[in-house]
């Protein structure tokens, strides 16, 4: 049930684009991204409902397509702001509860 | 201010102790949840609670255990039967919203060290 995040760790210069995938094998309702830094604890970025709607937040976009069971992180212009850990946190149909995958872990450097 | 706190931030225990870690929120919230995170790992549920008096185990409930008598607080009770309790615990709550979503959110965690 827990999904399976891609890849598992990259690294960027600062302004360079970045995707970050997220695939289930389970029917999805909805998709919850967040990022979290060393030692402190996820903040929420933004969910995306299937229907396949994007959604966007500063320079961060994610899109989630229902038929694949799969979302995509989208970060442009990569910030030093931007490091740290991004999880994928699947709701499937029916449920009350998400499953986290196990992370991807994104350095931005000058 | 609203919020989700969790206190202590970091907590040391000796093995074969029972320890409980405090989850408050003041979002009004109806549903809460305890996460535990290793290392370079995911977060795994251990339990969540949808209302008040009810709750649910998630994926490693064993040697845990919680209570919900109150909205706001939802304790968790690791004990002694934990086998490796050393994790960072991270406690969450969530509101629904129109349409069947809802946006989940959580408190700094707790730092627990067993020796």
């Known amino acids: 049930q827990q999904p399976v995040q891609s890849p598992q760790a990259v690294i960027l210069r600062e302004g360079e684009d970045a995707v970050i995938n997220c695939s289930s094998s389970?029917?999805?309702?909805?998709v919850h991204w967040y990022r979290q830094k060393h030692g402190e604890a996820p903040v929420f970025l933004m969910i995306?409902?299937?229907?396949?709607e994007q959604k966007g937040h500063e320079k961060i976009s994610a899109s989630f397509n229902e038929k694949k069971q799969q979302s995509s992180l989208y970060l442009t212009a990569s910030q030093l702001s931007y490091s740290g850990t991004y999880f994928c946190g699947t709701c499937q149909t029916g449920a009350n509860n998400l499953f986290f995958g196990t992370g991807t872990r994104l350095t931005v450097i000058p | 201010d609203g919020g989700i706190t969790q206190s202590p931030k970091y907590l040391f225990r000796k093995e074969g102790q029972n320890v409980t870690l405090s989850c408050e929120q003041n979002l009004n919230h109806d549903a809460m949840y305890w996460y535990r995170q290793d290392p370079g790992q995911g977060l795994r549920l251990i339990y969540y609670?949808?209302?008040?008096?009810?709750?649910q185990k998630g994926d490693i409930a064993e040697g845990y255990s919680v209570s919900r008598e109150k909205k706001e607080s939802f304790p968790l009770t690791v004990t002694s039967a934990q086998k490796n309790p050393t994790a960072f615990y991270l406690c969450?709550?969530?509101?629904?919203?129109?349409?069947?979503?809802?946006?989940?959110?959580f408190g700094p965690g707790t730092r627990l060290t067993v020796t």
């Open positions: 609670s949808q209302i008040v008096n009810d709750f």
């Open positions: 969450a709550s969530s509101r629904q919203l129109a349409g069947g979503r809802y946006e989940q959110y």
């Open positions: 995306l409902l299937k229907g396949g």
């Open positions: 389970k029917a999805l309702y909805s």
